[in-house]
């Protein structure tokens, strides 16, 4: 129960720095976006941004149910459909950290932006922390 209690924390933490971002903050937010050359490669929208506090939100939601923090009177919290659900957000995490092998994780080739350092030294850990965390609190 404390890893899941861990992750849900983190997870919300994430999903309220998203908001902000979301909501026109700036804040921290060119050090969340890879860049190659000095330039962005991508150029996430208030909306995408949003979207990715929602799902952020949703992973700490399931993660509630498994560890049975939230209960839900059609889904119990060691059903198989939240279980696995919670394999995949522990999946998901996995294979951030592990990334695209270009910008970002811990096999990156793109390593000379602000970005890519801060990937190596808190992102890619970060994101194999929740993926040990989540897979933990699956596992349960």
Known sequence: MISGAAAILVLLVLAGVHVYWA???KAGKGAAIPSAHG???IKPS???TALVAVALCSMAALVALRISWLRLP???GNSIIVQAGAWLVAAVF???AVGD???VGFFK???DSRFARLYTLAYS???ACLALLTGIAAGT
């Open 39 to 41: 330039q962005p490669v």
């Open 23 to 25: 909501a026109g903050g």
């Open 125 to 127: 850990p970060l994101c």
């Open 74 to 76: 059609f889904l119990a």
């Open 101 to 103: 092998f270009r910008y």
């Open 46 to 48: 208030a909306i995408a």
């Open 94 to 96: 996995a294979l951030r």
């Open 109 to 111: 080739k793109v390593r």
